[in-house]
């Protein structure tokens, strides 16, 4: 591999340690990510193994740009082949004629995808649903897809209780799953919510869905009628009282961009809709 150093500008430079030797007063950084220091082009040599991964990385996060026009990127395929994805037969049906792209949920195609810098909006389905959902907490998606949501990207995430660590973690966001929240029952469009004024939303939105909880107010893109009770066909079930804090639709800013998550189980048309108006 041929590598390369750039030493930093004289007149604003601040002096760093040599990764390899901990050297300090070193102003030359590898050339290519820009982000780690060596005193010399045998200690850069050396570490080239260790920070060869880590370069690639940076390099993705540094070329991230959110385009002007909105374009979606749809990720399935974690529960079921794409051609057997009912998500995808969903999104596919509704969609339109809305730019588009649809993918599998694998490390590769998704990292190449982030990068195009095409896309304004991504939906990734079924995270802890059961199926294939590694690639997603793989350490090179997790890194771009923080970076690209905080350059101004709008990350829409569906799933169960495994997105509690990614909401916690990634987002700095307490969103948990929390005691009876896999219901169908009523749902009002909240006016304190960020995006209330979106006039293409359902004031009201039915759905079989897991809720959040630990959402704060102004995030909660819907949330419990009053006096919402669940809705079902088994015993014991119909009925039951839904807490008033759950939240089947979340909205947060992070950065310059914007972190979602949906509740729905079903891909019901309406829940189609309402994702569509928020990615635009």
């Known amino acids: 591999k041929d590598l390369s150093m750039k030493a930093e500008d004289s007149s604003t430079k601040t002096m760093h340690s040599c990764s390899v030797c901990e050297k300090p007063g070193i102003s030359k950084k590898c050339s290519r990510c820009h982000s780690q220091y060596y005193c010399g082009q045998e200690h850069q040599q050396q570490d080239w193994p260790r920070h060869q991964s880590e370069c690639t990385q940076r390099l993705r996060i540094n070329s991230i740009e959110i385009p002007v026009n909105w374009k979606f ?12 994805d009912f998500w995808i037969k969903a999104f596919n049906k509704g969609i339109g004629s809305i730019p588009n792209d649809m993918i599998q949920l694998k490390v590769k195609p998704l990292l190449k995808a982030l990068c195009t810098n095409q896309y304004s909006t991504v939906i990734i389905m079924n995270i802890g649903s059961g199926g294939n959902d590694e690639p997603f907490f793989h350490q090179d998606i ?17 799933g169960e209780r495994p997105l509690t660590a990614v909401f916690n973690e990634w987002f700095d966001k307490p969103w948990c799953f929390r005691g009876d929240f896999y219901r169908r029952t009523q749902f009002e469009l909240n006016p304190s919510s960020m995006l209330a004024n979106n006039a293409a939303l ?4 039915n759905v079989k869905c897991c809720m959040l909880s630990d959402v704060a107010e102004e995030e909660k ?13 088994v015993p014991g079930f119909a ?22 998550f949906f509740g729905d189980v079903n891909a019901e048309s309406e829940t189609i809709n309402i994702l569509i108006s928020l990615g635009q």
């Open 73 to 84: 990127l749809i990720v399935g395929g974690a529960m079921f082949d794409m051609d057997d």
């Open 142 to 158: 997790k890194s771009l897809l923080i970076e690209w949501t905080r350059k101004g990207g709008k990350l829409m995430l569906h």
């Open 202 to 205: 359902p004031s009201t939105y």
């Open 221 to 233: 893109l819907y949330k419990p009628v009053k006096g919402a009770v669940a809705y079902s066909l």
């Open 239 to 260: 009925g039951a009282s839904i807490e008033e804090g759950m939240c089947p639709v979340a909205v947060s800013r992070f950065g310059s961009g914007t972190l979602f």
